[in-house]
């Protein structure tokens, strides 16, 4: 099964709810806003990875506000 994809905007809206949930330098926050700019595989991988460490709570914020967005 293949890993899903998030497209760079989604990305940026990801680094900007988690820049309000845990803080705008926060490395996670920084790690999405850097994929969401650069596109490049290595940094998306490197901003997942720590999106995956996150506290649970922390991930459904963040993934709750993308989807009160639309």
Do not use: Q, Y
């Not at 990305?11 to 309000?20: P, S, T, V, Y």
């Not at 998306?44 to 459904?60: G, V």
């Amino acid at each position: 099964m293949s890993e899903p994809v998030i497209d760079r905007a989604a990305m940026g809206r990801l680094a900007k709810a988690l820049g309000f949930i845990c803080s705008p330098d926060h490395p996670t926050a920084v790690a999405l806003r850097i994929a969401s700019e650069s596109g490049a595989e290595k940094d998306i991988k490197a901003a997942r990875a720590l999106f995956l460490k996150l506290k649970p709570s922390d991930r459904r914020a963040a993934l709750s506000m993308l989807n009160n967005d639309d």
